[in-house]
């Protein structure tokens, strides 16, 4: 029986994350508090522990994973690199489809791999709790573990839409001991001020992050934590592709395609960026390698949007970052793939699309259920429809090479299970489900509104 | 750093079944039919096809696993074999406890390891569609899922309360291509009859299954399949003890104690046999092995019930099985681990534990919730309700050995991820869950319908 599952033994975890910073052309571009002036580090310190800041601006290649890391990764890491044979066949490609399955981790998706050394570098600066928001409750569960992980309490500003309708997340943050607020709530002056407007406010994300940021400014033994984005997130992620690199090598192949979910960009930077360092050092077989993120049509940043400073929430709170953006306040239609559901993208793959070393495309919603239950039947695991966007372009890609016969090797970052999802995958089956295209006026008309600076 | 996980490559997939008949004292008490005769094989074949007889009817020690099903397990098997260090730590216990997790399996339990080889089966002896009934949907997803990886069309029963309350089982089975209809139905004749009195009948499994046994035994080219309780399904499911003791080999160590829940029976009997196998071997290492059932005291069927022959259903539609029961009309109370509330026993693990091979405890629902809990906050899994009775076990063991200061090593069945029961976990977090201490009174007047027999 050829092996389909590639693992790795726990020992085989890396010892170092892989900073992109390194082997990117230009150095980023700092990001801008409201004076148009770079934000002043200790600015941040505020919120968050000195070890993240200076992940956070570091242009080393490597960066080592602090031991404490490693073991609680151990829980559920090296992930499985699997090829999809029965996928393959279902669609008669000559293309051999891989996917790097994160979904056995305690939360069911890759965010676990960046809460996890949040928590630790906050509990080793001494901080005694932390803050973060979250919408369905990925984020939030992922730290609310990762927290517990190193006895760190966890309170979780919970959109209180999400909060009313999405109980089972909650309960999962819960279960990790984490107390969870729905936002805007009477703790905060933010929430406190949305309130006095108007007391059913079924919030938004950006309330949500203003509550979680308040506190932690305002709390000396408080953090803040975020799921996504920042370059330390990304760092964090390339675990992923780390682990994938070792796999393949096993088997002594290598990918000419990869491709990630991309909504903040932690899921696709993770899985392409310790790819990409194989291209900055000029190896041989990563000449042809494309990486590609993908992204909803109807969210469509590094597709349509604009290379420009904004902000990173819809309110104007965060400083200013270099990305590609719709405009902060351009509210994307209500998809399924919450994750995907943001205004801008992580700086640093902003930076590489524009430079060019990376692609992306979009892909309409019906078509990514469509791709995931084709998945779900062939391979078994239901995916999560974040995750239903990579399966979809690599179902694309198996198809181009069906019709040209070439065998080529794709990958793509399976972030999670659906377990959470099937009310999703209800309404896709029930027909309730649109597509959304690209919303063009409404992206043209919050374009207006992009911050003067730079 | 040590390995805290055991992982065996997929060509390791046992290549034969362990049946425990064959190391058995005294052959299996045959089922019997209406008239205190033994059932004559043939007329089983209306609804099983002949493969799945042989197994369910053999005393053969080893049995093949064909090809096919191999190839199909290794999309999620061998499972990993899981040392919670954590766990002893957070008790302070010179125990080691492992668990073995089968909860990375497309349907996130253990139930595929049946239904893949049921499936099979029927495919091979040319069957067109395949029925079962489910209650909260843990095997209607199993054998879903199955089906589809075998082109076989499945048609599932699902008790009206549960189709209507538990809405996420049901997408997973349509996302994997099964029909699912609330049942009573107005497919069948018993559903009809069920409707004619009561339109808004809520259903039962007792209903359920006389459904899905009806249309099996009305078409020929329809069978019927059941997650549980009867012997190939425990054959089976031997998949799980065998993987572990090649695991244990790996590392040079043996169990002490094993644990597994308990309700029909698959999940204790399937880690628990392969090593009962060492025991009449005469194997020195497995001298002292203790193999413990673990039930809810709110359903003891083992540690309170009668051993006797009863109805396998609750409406007496069944043939009638020698085992350990409660009576076939008890009702259990509505605990949240539903796989547990049977009134009866597999007929394997009932004449093992009457001739003393293995133990049986039953531990109160709020300790289970309080173990699960436990565990979720050391090892990172939020465990299913069923499994946390297991862990509950477990955790006493452990408890047992920090007061003794034995060093032993505890195994447990840790059967399925817990994501599609945040539900109740929330409610034992309300306070909102009973114990449902033993329902003597109960139990007592349903024993007394026991059919007279044998």
Redesign the interface.
Same mark, same amino acid.
């Given at each position: 029986?050829e092996? #389909?599952?590639i693992?790795l033994?726990?020992?085989d975890i890396p010892t170092h994350w892989y900073n992109v910073v390194a082997d990117m052309k230009n150095p980023p571009a700092p990001p801008l508090g409201p004076d148009g002036q770079p934000v002043a580090p200790e600015r941040m310190l505020a919120i968050f522990p000195g070890a993240i800041l200076e992940q956070e601006m570091s242009a080393e290649r490597w960066i080592p994973i602090p031991?404490e890391v490693?073991?609680i990764y151990?829980? %559920?890491r090296p992930s499985p690199l699997v090829r999809a044979v !029965?996928l393959e066949q279902a669609l008669g490609t000559p293309a051999k489809i891989f996917y790097k399955f994160e979904g056995? +981790?305690?939360a069911?998706s890759h965010k676990p791999n960046s809460a996890v050394p949040q928590a630790f570098y906050n509990k080793q600066a001494g901080i005694k709790r932390l803050t973060t928001e979250t919408g369905a409750g990925q984020w939030g569960s992922s730290i609310a &573990?990762a927290g517990?992980?190193f006895g760190l309490p966890v309170r979780v500003y919970m959109v209180n839409v999400s909060y009313q309708q999405k109980?089972?997340? !909650? +309960?999962?943050m819960? #279960? %990790? @001991?984490a107390e969870v607020y729905a936002s805007p709530s009477q703790l905060t002056q933010t929430g406190r001020d949305a309130l006095a407007k108007d007391p059913n406010n079924p919030g938004s994300l950006g309330l949500a992050i203003s509550e979680a940021v308040e506190e932690a400014a305002g709390r000396p033994d408080t953090n803040y934590t975020l799921g996504s984005v920042l370059n330390h997130v990304l760092l964090h992620q390339t675990i992923i592709g780390l682990e994938a690199k070792k796999q393949f090598d096993k088997i002594g192949l290598y990918p000419d395609v990869i491709l990630g979910p991309c909504g903040g960009g932690s899921s696709f930077g993770g899985i392409a960026f310790p790819f990409l360092a194989d291209q900055a050092a000029g190896e041989k077989r990563a000449e042809k390698l494309r990486c590609v993120a993908v992204e909803p049509t109807s969210c469509p940043t590094l597709t349509q949007g604009a290379y420009a400073y904004d902000y990173g929430d819809a309110s104007g709170f965060t400083p200013l970052m270099k990305m590609y953006t719709l405009g902060h306040d351009f509210m994307p239609p209500g998809i399924h793939a919450g994750g995907l559901r943001y205004h801008g993208d992580s700086p640093l793959v902003s930076q590489l699309f524009h430079e060019g070393r990376v692609e992306a495309v979009a892909v309409p919603q019906l078509a990514t259920f469509e791709a995931g #239950?084709l998945f $779900?039947?062939a391979? @078994?695991?239901?995916p999560a429809p974040e995750s239903c966007h990579a399966i979809r372009a690599a179902i694309d890609e198996a198809l181009k090479c069906k019709a040209t016969g070439e065998p080529k090797v794709i990958l793509f970052n399976l972030t999670g =299970?659906g =377990? &959470?999802d099937? $009310?999703a995958?209800?309404r896709y &089956?029930a027909g309730e489900l649109d597509d959304y295209a690209y919303p063009r006026e409404a992206v043209e008309a919050s374009l207006q509104h992009l911050p003067q600076v730079g």
């Open positions: 029986m092996a #389909t599952r693992d033994e726990q020992n031991q490693r073991e151990r829980l %559920w !029965r056995c +981790s305690p069911g &573990f517990q992980m109980p089972f997340r !909650r +309960s999962m819960q #279960t %990790w @001991g #239950t $779900a039947k391979e @078994g695991v239901i =299970h =377990h &959470f099937m $009310a995958y209800d &089956f």
